[in-house]
């Protein structure tokens, strides 16, 4: 079974400041990862899709992929309120099913 | 706008009854999913769809079924549904490609069975 762990948090980080998302995954031949945000009561939004070893910026969110650590990471600067949601990793092998993680709580303390 | 569209937000059913649950997609995607969502548990694949008349069992799809006649509606039925089917369920579609893409969510239906 293929799995996807993340820390359940709940990560609190005050406002400004960087938060810092972790996600590890069971299966080597992944090649596709997303991290996803949801707002509390609501569906899960993409925010970052990556598919090769290193760092790929988008705004104040950076996400990267150490395929030989089997390792995937997000990274919030400048931390707003309005980034308090909960991140969800989710993995893909080829063109197969996403697997989640149970995703992490982040709150951003103003 | 692409647009996933579940057709209850809310519902209640009793034990044992059949139910169904009805997803649209507008944006001609060759992928669906349908997951739930439990506190703890995050979201877990119940079946997948790759194709019209296509379906692939996810990793808990004990009574649950699906059916995909059209391309763009993906259903998933309870035969008889039990409480331990309370739950939010989410449904997705995707466009595969060489490389897995972006999966978008309907707004989710929240079941209680009573």
């Known amino acids: 079974q293929k799995e996807v762990e993340q820390n359940s948090g709940p990560l609190s980080v005050p406002e400004g400041a960087i938060a810092s998302l972790n996600c590890t995954y069971s299966d080597r031949g992944s090649q596709s990862f997303f991290w996803y945000r949801q707002y509390s009561g609501k569906s899960p939004e993409l925010i970052m899709s990556?598919?090769?070893?290193g760092d790929k910026e988008d705004g104040r969110f950076t996400a990267q992929l150490n395929k030989a650590s089997q390792y995937v990471s997000l990274l919030i600067r400048d931390s707003q309120p309005s980034d308090s949601a909960t991140y969800l990793c989710?993995?893909?092998?080829?063109?197969?099913?996403?697997?989640f993680g149970t995703g992490t709580r982040l709150t951003i303390i103003p | 706008d692409v647009k996933v569209t579940q057709s209850s937000r809310y519902l209640v059913k009793r034990t044992g009854e059949k139910v169904f649950l009805e997803c649209v997609q507008d944006m001609d995607h060759e992928n669906m999913f349908w997951y739930r969502q439990d506190p703890g548990l995050g979201l877990r694949l119940i079946y997948f769809?790759?194709?019209?008349?296509?379906?692939e069992k996810g990793d808990i799809p004990e009574g649950y079924s699906v059916s995909r006649e059209k391309k763009e509606r993906f259903s998933l039925i309870l035969e008889s549904a039990s409480t331990n089917q309370t739950s939010m369920y989410l449904c997705?579609?995707?466009?595969?490609?060489?490389?897995?893409?972006?999966?978008?969510f309907g707004q989710g239906t929240r079941l209680t069975v009573v």
């Open positions: 997705a579609s995707s466009d595969p490609g060489v490389m897995n893409t972006e999966a978008f």
């Open positions: 769809s790759y194709d019209v008349k296509m379906k």
């Open positions: 990556i598919y090769s070893n």
């Open positions: 989710a993995v893909s092998f080829g063109n197969e099913k996403l697997t």
